[in-house]
């Protein structure tokens, strides 16, 4: 049982916590958005928890559908479903006990939380696939990685309004980003095996368009946010932030694996900077 549970662990990224951290900041910003400050413990704890089980459910997911792809890459040739220590079906089995496991979370909440939670595991469903017939995959990965937002409206609200809308797309960007660097680790395996990622459809553009996508990301959410009225706690949240964007461009910019996996591993620190900024400016904006 002991081997078994530390199976189940490495299947859902338990010693990696950047995956979860990456959809918990923009989920709780979001949620204080929302609230026009602090949303109470409920909330913070059905966003959290449900966050970690379903970020868990999709790592299973991903991994039954990448099975064969895994093989020819080395960063993942060792993962539990990729090497036959655990079944396809053993794998989706501990998915779906866990995607249950958050929709029980989310019955606590309200009916449009509910309804909008089928969306948000119906993209999670699809970005597996995505990479077999879409050139920019990561583009429905930032879909589902962002999907948080709305449902955090909902929970709060019990309506998406057009603001939540415009946060998923600043969001969408950021998750283009760092995840363009994170295919950047793979792409001489990716482009062997015919995978689709955005650092082979960008090809010598991809440094680039990654400062891109982070400076569209902070200008969005600054200018929806209203920057100058949030007052100094958010300003300096996104100065931190575009600090950290100056440094992963110099992290990536000769485009090494160990650069650009550095890069992409400590992104949740950034999107902590901008949720830490939202916070304290309602606290004391």
Not at 43 to 59: D, E, H, P, Q, W
Not at 120 to 146: C, D, E, I, N, W
Not at 236 to 265: E, P, S, Y
Request: aromatic share 14%.
């Amino acid at each position: 049982m002991t081997d078994k549970l530390k199976l189940y662990l490495d299947l859902i990224r338990w010693n990696r916590p950047a995956g979860w951290l990456l959809l918990l900041w923009p989920s709780l910003a979001a949620l204080w958005v929302a609230a026009g400050g602090f949303p109470g413990w409920h909330l913070i704890a059905v966003f959290t928890l449900g966050t970690v089980l379903m970020r868990s459910a999709g790592c299973c997911i991903n991994d039954v559908a990448d099975r064969e792809f895994d093989k020819h890459v080395k960063r993942t040739a060792n993962r539990p479903v990729t090497s036959g220590r655990i079944g396809t079906k053993e794998a989706l089995t501990v998915g779906a006990v866990l995607a249950l496991c958050a929709f029980g979370l989310v019955l606590t909440t309200n009916r449009a939380t509910v309804q909008w939670s089928f969306a948000a595991l119906a993209v999670t469903l699809v970005y597996p696939y995505a990479k077999r017939f879409v050139s920019m995959p990561q583009a429905v990965l930032g879909v589902a990685f962002s999907f948080g937002i709305p449902m955090a409206f909902a929970a709060v609200q019990s309506e998406v309004p057009p603001l939540a809308w415009g946060l998923l797309l600043g969001n969408l960007f950021w998750v283009l980003a760092y995840d363009t660097e994170y295919a950047m680790v793979d792409r001489d395996d990716d482009l062997k095996i015919g995978m689709k990622t955005s650092a082979i459809t960008l090809g010598r553009w991809d440094v680039a368009a990654i400062a891109f996508f982070y400076v569209a990301y902070l200008a969005i959410w600054g200018v929806l946010l209203d920057a100058p009225v949030r007052g100094l706690w958010f300003g300096l949240g996104l100065a931190a932030a575009a600090a950290q964007v100056v440094w992963h461009v110099m992290l990536i910019k000769d485009r090494t694996r160990d650069g650009c996996f550095k890069a992409f591993r400590l992104n949740h620190w950034l999107g902590f900077c901008v949720f830490a900024g939202v916070a304290l400016s309602y606290r004391w904006g």
